[in-house]
Every structure is written in structure tokens, then in C-alpha cells.
């Protein structure tokens, strides 16, 4: 018998997403006439801004001249990106980094999951539910104990401490799917709670560009003492528009002690460096115009935030999130389950959400809708879930 992880026995049978694009596949297949409208995967619809193809082109043509031609890069990424990094995203926020507390990446979500490698295999790891799944499903995978951090909407889907050790704790704010942004009050207590236990935060920031009240942190480093307690994960694929270009970029501060060169010789080792041409295009992200093109991308797609969560709130629906994230947490009526709830949309309304329960137990009686589609399909899917009957 061949010695495999039986972790990986543990798992739900289908990664959530991959299981949802099944079940919407099947239905058009048997209603070829169907109108889909998919509000249920967090992608992206907009095409990537000019600023972004133009650096793109003019690195294509760099490839292309045997004097400005590129190979292997640096594992860590380019100096170029990580000072654009450190000058656009943290300068602004009054935060300074060295060049090597910054490491880019081809995605968040490998590094939500690979950064576990350099913590010890018997750590404790705290995880809110409902959220992205990525963090759970790979802690099975390595075959680690998880406590959960319920998020309801009884405590505001800011959740409570725990309630034994743990030693990482995974914060994702502005949360996916529910949308809400952990307070500055919020954050200070994980900080102090991970300096007193010798706990490490993974701070996923991935839709930090979708904040849009003033005063809510965007980088857990606003919180004095952070760096000496967390990691963070920040990624272009939302802010502006990568999710097939693949750039995104982790923070291992230097006063985390050892686990700033674990990551380095873990990435020198397994990770061959974001290509030169995409590692340009995500520089360009932080230019004038770059700026100026994310935002706009950003406010149309908060644009249709405002048109779900005002849709559903006048049907009469109690709706979280949609504010500062892209996603809106819709809490079903009482007794709806989320799995049922979300074929009887398809059936009804052809209509793709994704049911609450794929992001933790917590998550049943919620419904997941996101704000990345066109806005006249988004205006037509709210008329189409205003006509239902739930
Ligand atoms: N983190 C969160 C909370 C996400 O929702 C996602 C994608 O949906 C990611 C990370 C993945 O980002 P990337 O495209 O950079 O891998």
C-alpha cells in the first residue's frame, strides 16, 4: 500500500468553487436557452487598464531585444515592484519596510497556504468561520489541529477570541465572503492577544483597495507591535484586475525573527519568481495612471455592491457587506439552507451565488453574491431575485 496523506481523506470531495462551476455547467447543459448570470466566483470582469497593458508591451519588447532580454528573476521578485510595494501600499499608510521583508509572489492563495511550511507541523491554527476556504482545506491537508472563530452576525462577524491556545490565527479583512473590515479596536486586541501567547496572525489583505470608509486599517502593520506578531498577504488579482495575469505579494517582517529567512529559503527553494513581464505590468498598478485606472476599476465594481445591497435591502432582505468588499453577505430568510437556496436560484432565477455554508458551518443561512460582474447583468440579476418568490 502506497504511504499517502490520508489527510487528504479528510476533505470535502470537490474544492468549493470547482464543485459550484460543475453544478452551473449542468444546468446549462440540460437548459441550453438559460440565461445565466454568474454572481457566484469571485473573478473579475473588467479588462486589465491601459497603464497596465502598456507596461506590459513595452516589456514584451524588452524580451524580445538579446540587450534587455530577461531570465530567471529574483526568487524574491524584481527591486523595481517590491520599492513600487513598499511606496505605494505601505509609505502612504505611514509604514516603512525594508526590501527584503517583501516577497513576491504568482498569488495569495498559494501563499495563504505555503506559508504553514515554516511553522511546526503540531501548531494550533485558528481560523474565522465562515471564510475563504483555502486556509482550512490546506491546514487538513497538512494534517493540523484548527480551532474555529465563529463570525455571525450576533457579534458583528468579528469574532471572539479564542478560547484555548492557539499558535497562527488567519484574519482575512475586508473578510470574503461577508464583507466585513476588522476595526482598528479589533485588530489591537489580535495584536495583543498574539504578543502575549507567542501567536502568529496571517493577516490576508487581499481586497484591502475595496475600503472605502475612512479610518478602517488596510494593513494590519497600522497597528503598533504588529510586525513583531504578523504576516500579510496582499494580491493585484482584485485591486486591479490579475486574477489571470497572477501577481500578489507577502510581508514577512525582519522582527518576526527566523521566519524571515525560513520564507526566503523556502521560496529560493520551491518558487521560481513571478515572470518579468507581469512583475512590470503590477509596478504600473502604482503609477499616476495606474492609480487612477484601479480606482475607477474599483469604484464600478463597488457600483454594483451598492446595487445588490440596496436591491436586496428594499425587497426587504437583511444584507451585510457590499461597503468596503466586494461581496455581499445576504442572511436567507429563517430556515433557508444555503445549498438548497442556491439551486433554487439557478432554477428560478438563473441566478449563481454561492451558498454560505461553503465557507464554514457558520456560513449556512447566508448567501454569498459578488459585486464583479457587468453592471447591467448585476442590474438584471437584483430585478430577477426582486421577482422571486422565497
Ligand atoms: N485571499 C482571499 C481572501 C481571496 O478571496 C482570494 C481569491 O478569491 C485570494 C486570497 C486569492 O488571491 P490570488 O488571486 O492572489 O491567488
Known amino acids: 500500500?502506497?504511504?499517502?496523506?490520508?489527510?487528504?481523506?479528510?476533505?470535502?470531495?470537490?474544492?468549493?468553487?470547482?464543485?459550484?462551476?460543475?453544478?452551473?455547467?449542468?444546468?446549462?447543459?440540460?437548459?441550453?436557452?438559460?440565461?445565466?448570470?454568474?454572481?457566484?466566483?469571485?473573478?473579475?470582469?473588467?479588462?486589465?487598464?491601459?497603464?497596465?497593458?502598456?507596461?506590459?508591451?513595452?516589456?514584451?519588447?524588452?524580451?524580445?531585444?538579446?540587450?534587455?532580454?530577461?531570465?530567471?528573476?529574483?526568487?524574491?521578485?524584481?527591486?523595481?515592484?517590491?520599492?513600487?510595494?513598499?511606496?505605494?501600499?505601505?509609505?502612504?499608510?505611514?509604514?516603512?519596510?525594508?526590501?527584503?521583508?517583501?516577497?513576491?509572489s504568482d498569488g495569495s492563495k498559494c501563499d495563504v497556504a505555503n506559508i504553514q511550511e515554516?511553522?511546526?507541523?503540531?501548531?494550533?491554527?485558528?481560523?474565522?468561520?465562515?471564510?475563504?476556504?483555502?486556509?482550512?482545506?490546506?491546514?487538513?491537508?497538512?494534517?493540523?489541529e484548527v480551532v474555529f472563530l465563529p463570525s455571525t452576525c450576533d457579534n458583528g462577524f468579528s469574532p471572539e477570541l479564542p478560547d484555548v491556545d492557539v499558535d497562527l490565527i488567519y484574519l482575512c479583512s475586508p473578510n470574503n465572503p461577508t464583507g466585513t473590515v476588522l476595526t482598528r479596536r479589533d485588530l489591537e486586541r489580535w495584536v495583543d492577544y498574539a504578543?502575549?501567547?507567542?501567536?502568529?496572525?496571517?493577516?490576508?489583505?487581499?481586497?484591502?483597495?475595496?475600503?472605502?470608509?475612512?479610518?478602517?486599517?488596510?494593513?494590519?502593520?497600522?497597528?503598533?507591535?504588529?510586525?513583531?506578531v504578523a504576516i500579510e498577504f496582499k494580491s493585484f488579482s482584485k485591486t486591479a484586475g490579475f486574477t489571470g495575469l497572477r501577481c500578489a505579494f507577502t510581508v514577512v517582517p525582519k522582527a518576526l525573527g527566523k521566519l524571515n529567512g525560513f520564507?526566503?529559503?523556502?521560496?529560493?527553494?520551491?518558487?521560481?519568481?513571478?515572470?518579468?513581464?507581469?512583475?512590470?505590468?503590477?509596478?504600473?498598478?502604482?503609477?499616476?495612471?495606474?492609480?487612477?485606472?484601479?480606482?475607477?476599476?474599483?469604484?464600478?465594481y463597488m457600483g454594483n455592491a451598492a446595487i445588490i445591497r440596496e436591491g436586496l435591502g428594499k425587497a426587504g432582505f437583511e444584507v451585510y457587506g457590499g461597503k468596503n468588499a466586494p461581496y455581499i453577505w445576504w442572511k436567507l430568510p429563517s430556515g433557508l439552507d444555503s445549498m438548497n437556496f442556491a439551486a433554487k436560484l439557478l432554477e428560478s432565477c438563473q441566478v449563481v451565488g454561492t451558498p454560505g455554508v461553503g465557507f464554514g458551518a457558520c456560513g449556512e443561512g447566508y448567501f454569498r453574491l459578488t459585486a464583479f460582474g457587468s453592471r447591467a447583468r448585476t442590474e438584471e440579476a437584483v430585478a430577477r431575485i426582486m421577482e422571486m418568490e422565497i
Open 263 to 300: 520564507w526566503n529559503r523556502r521560496q529560493c527553494t520551491k518558487f521560481n519568481g513571478v515572470s518579468y513581464v507581469v512583475q512590470r505590468a503590477a509596478e504600473a498598478v502604482y503609477s499616476e495612471a495606474g492609480k487612477g485606472e484601479t480606482a475607477e476599476m474599483i469604484r464600478y
Open 195 to 228: 504578543t502575549r501567547k507567542g501567536a502568529i496572525i496571517l493577516f490576508d489583505s487581499a481586497y484591502s483597495s475595496y475600503i472605502q470608509e475612512p479610518g478602517l486599517p488596510g494593513s494590519i502593520y497600522e497597528i503598533p507591535g504588529a510586525k513583531e
Open 118 to 144: 515554516i511553522f511546526s507541523r503540531d501548531c494550533k491554527v485558528a481560523i474565522c468561520d465562515p471564510v475563504y476556504p483555502v486556509y482550512l482545506d490546506s491546514n487538513i491537508m497538512a494534517g493540523r
Open 1 to 104: 500500500m502506497n504511504k499517502i496523506n490520508e489527510n487528504y481523506l479528510k476533505l470535502g470531495g470537490n474544492y468549493l468553487f470547482a464543485e459550484l462551476k460543475k453544478k452551473t455547467e449542468a444546468f446549462q447543459a440540460k437548459h441550453p436557452e438559460a440565461d445565466i448570470i454568474r454572481l457566484g466566483i469571485g473573478d473579475v470582469t473588467l479588462p486589465l487598464s491601459p497603464a497596465v497593458i502598456q507596461a506590459m508591451h513595452k516589456a514584451v519588447e524588452e524580451m524580445g531585444d538579446a540587450k534587455t532580454f530577461r531570465g530567471y528573476g529574483p526568487e524574491q521578485g524584481y527591486d523595481f515592484l517590491i520599492r513600487a510595494i513598499i511606496d505605494g501600499e505601505y509609505k502612504s499608510r505611514g509604514i516603512e519596510l525594508d526590501m527584503d521583508e517583501v516577497f513576491v
